[in-house]
C-alpha cells in the first residue's frame, strides 16, 4: 500500500489514541477479536483492519496473547 503523508499523520494519531486507552481494555478487546472504541473522532480500532501496531506486540507476547 502506499499511503499519502496525511494518512500516515492519521495512522499514527489512531495509534496514539488506542496507546492512550488502559491497556487490560485493549488486551481483553484483542484476545476477545472485539474492535475498540478509540474516540468520537478515530472511531473504532478494527484489528482485521487496522492489525497490531507495533508498540503492541511486545505486550501482547508478554500476556501470552502471541506466540
Do not use: C, Y
Not at 499511503?3 to 488506542?18: G, K, V
Not at 472485539?34 to 501482547?60: T, Y
Amino acid at each position: 500500500m502506499n499511503f499519502s503523508a496525511r494518512q500516515r499523520l492519521e495512522r499514527i494519531r489512531r495509534e496514539d489514541a488506542l496507546e492512550m486507552i488502559d491497556r487490560t481494555v485493549v488486551l481483553e478487546s484483542f484476545s476477545r477479536r472485539q474492535n475498540v472504541f478509540i474516540s468520537k473522532r478515530h472511531g473504532l480500532w478494527e484489528w482485521d483492519r487496522d492489525g497490531i501496531p507495533g508498540w503492541l506486540l511486545p505486550v501482547l507476547r508478554d500476556a501470552g496473547l502471541l506466540d
